[in-house]
């Protein structure tokens, strides 16, 4: 028996007598479930039970290096965890910006300090954490961001506002783009990157409300807020090096979410969750969706996003083995949005006229929310970096043309 068999069954084994059984069948994905932070709130009591045991073994961030509080897992046992919790079908322990973003950033551009200090709070998921790089002013712009750091000492005294800042105000803590050297010759060349602790005195968060009716999106107000020199990661005036190297693991986490993982999930081994819906709707004859044409777009959105979750699982095997994220974040990207707009168009039209509810009586509750989702996927285009923002990338660096 090979090496990873041994492993894979000793992990099976593990989990089997470890996974609370209040879990099974809980929706998974990454930007749903849990995770953590002083604010947590665990709907069911097992998963606060599955991220304790788990943190406990290292597996929330299985293939981080051990003194961080990681697995040390290798790639290929890292993939065997995924698909062995796939086959019980629990979701992930944990998932939050920590893991997708800061901490994979901190890995490779953050100091001893900085690693001890912060990446195992994440993988034991007592810190939640936001972004803050967007502006008023400075959206796909954003090198023209003017949010200012200060330096006073042995602290920066920061001053400005972030927008679209996710979850800030449920966050423990921010990394953001700061304006330390107005004077720089490039805009490029004057911005730092650093960590501030969302309790400091002066932040102040305002939740903006969307079409949708709710929102994650929160305005980030900093008004004189000393933060410690310390806190910067990489170097003083450094900091687009680092901001860059984090949007490719943002972008492949979005693209993931709305395209790949994103997509429903099967409610059995048979029929999709788009094709039940469909039925549920529509109608069946013979076993499937009386509908032909129906029946072939849900067919089509099925393999299409099948084809896309296996190629981003590509990137992400690749991740674990130590590839950074290039331009295939970007289109994957563009790629993944589109498909999960496509996804909430396609879903609505299945529902027909009890797509036009909002509230009240004669509505199903998963109906109505189905409509504040289309409504909120409009914004996916937007988030995380312009559609037109990464086919400009994608043009320049894959596809070698002039822009």
């Given at each position: 028996m090979s090496d990873l068999e041994t492993f894979r069954q000793q992990t099976r084994a593990w989990l089997e007598a470890?996974?609370?059984n209040d879990i099974v069948g809980l929706p998974a994905g990454e930007l749903e479930g849990t995770w953590g932070g002083k604010r947590a709130t665990y709907p069911v009591p097992g998963l606060?039970?599955?991220?304790?045991?788990?943190?406990?073994?290292?597996?929330?961030?299985?293939?981080?290096?051990?003194?961080?509080?990681?697995?040390?897992l290798d790639p290929d046992e890292a993939k065997v965890l995924t698909q062995e919790m796939r086959a019980l079908k629990v979701p992930a322990p944990l998932i939050g910006f920590g893991l997708t973003m800061i901490g994979p950033t901190l890995l490779r551009f953050g100091n001893d300090e900085q690693k001890k200090e912060h990446l195992p709070k994440i993988c034991r998921g007592e810190i939640r954490w936001c972004q803050g790089y967007s502006e008023p002013g400075s959206g796909s712009d954003l090198a023209s961001l003017q949010t200012k750091a200060v330096r006073d000492g042995d602290d920066f005294v920061i001053t400005g506002t972030k927008v679209w800042t996710s979850y800030a105000d449920q966050a423990d803590w921010i990394f953001a783009l700061v304006?330390?050297?107005?004077?720089?010759?490039?805009?490029?060349?004057?911005?730092?990157?650093?960590?501030?602790?969302?309790?400091?005195?002066?932040?102040?968060?305002?939740?903006?409300?969307?079409?949708?009716?709710?929102?994650?999106?929160?305005?980030?107000?900093f008004t004189d807020?000393?933060?410690?020199?310390?806190?910067?990661?990489?170097?003083?005036?450094?900091?687009?090096?680092?901001?860059?190297?984090?949007?490719?693991?943002?972008?492949?986490?979005?693209?993931?979410?709305?395209?790949?993982?994103?997509?429903?999930p099967r409610k059995d081994a048979g029929r999709s969750f788009l094709s039940d819906l469909a039925v549920q709707h529509v109608g069946e004859a013979d076993g499937r969706v009386s509908d032909a044409i129906l029946r072939d777009e849900v067919a089509a959105m099925e393999m299409d996003s099948r084809a896309f979750g296996l190629t981003v699982q590509r990137t992400k095997d690749a991740?674990?083995?130590?590839?950074?994220?290039?331009?295939?974040?970007?289109?994957?990207?563009?790629?993944?949005?589109?498909?999960?707009?496509q996804r909430y168009e396609l879903m609505v039209r299945i529902l027909g006229p009890d797509a036009l509810g909002w509230e009240g009586?004669?509505?199903?509750?998963?109906?109505?929310?189905?409509?504040?989702?289309?409504?909120?996927?409009?914004?996916?285009?937007?988030?995380?970096?312009?559609?037109?923002?990464?086919?400009?990338?994608?043009?320049?660096?894959?596809?070698?043309?002039?822009?």
């Amino acid at each position: 028996m090979s090496d990873l068999e041994t492993f894979r069954q000793q992990t099976r084994a593990w989990l089997e007598a470890n996974v609370p059984n209040d879990i099974v069948g809980l929706p998974a994905g990454e930007l749903e479930g849990t995770w953590g932070g002083k604010r947590a709130t665990y709907p069911v009591p097992g998963l606060k039970t599955w991220l304790d045991v788990m943190a406990d073994k290292g597996w929330t961030a299985p293939t981080w290096p051990t003194e961080y509080g990681g697995g040390g897992l290798d790639p290929d046992e890292a993939k065997v965890l995924t698909q062995e919790m796939r086959a019980l079908k629990v979701p992930a322990p944990l998932i939050g910006f920590g893991l997708t973003m800061i901490g994979p950033t901190l890995l490779r551009f953050g100091n001893d300090e900085q690693k001890k200090e912060h990446l195992p709070k994440i993988c034991r998921g007592e810190i939640r954490w936001c972004q803050g790089y967007s502006e008023p002013g400075s959206g796909s712009d954003l090198a023209s961001l003017q949010t200012k750091a200060v330096r006073d000492g042995d602290d920066f005294v920061i001053t400005g506002t972030k927008v679209w800042t996710s979850y800030a105000d449920q966050a423990d803590w921010i990394f953001a783009l700061v304006r330390s050297n107005p004077d720089a010759p490039k805009k490029q060349e004057g911005i730092t990157f650093i960590l501030i602790d969302m309790d400091d005195p002066g932040v102040k968060v305002s939740p903006i409300l969307l079409i949708s009716g709710k929102s994650p999106f929160c305005e980030t107000h900093f008004t004189d807020v000393r933060v410690p020199v310390e806190n910067v990661v990489h170097k003083i005036d450094a900091g687009w090096t680092v901001a860059k190297a984090l949007l490719g693991h943002e972008r492949t986490m979005i693209a993931d979410a709305f395209g790949g993982s994103g997509a429903k999930p099967r409610k059995d081994a048979g029929r999709s969750f788009l094709s039940d819906l469909a039925v549920q709707h529509v109608g069946e004859a013979d076993g499937r969706v009386s509908d032909a044409i129906l029946r072939d777009e849900v067919a089509a959105m099925e393999m299409d996003s099948r084809a896309f979750g296996l190629t981003v699982q590509r990137t992400k095997d690749a991740a674990r083995a130590g590839h950074q994220p290039g331009s295939e974040s970007s289109m994957f990207k563009v790629y993944g949005t589109e498909l999960n707009m496509q996804r909430y168009e396609l879903m609505v039209r299945i529902l027909g006229p009890d797509a036009l509810g909002w509230e009240g009586e004669g509505f199903d509750e998963a109906d109505l929310n189905t409509t504040r989702e289309w409504l909120r996927s409009r914004g996916n285009s937007i988030e995380g970096g312009t559609s037109e923002i990464q086919l400009n990338i994608i043009a320049k660096h894959v596809l070698g043309l002039p822009v």
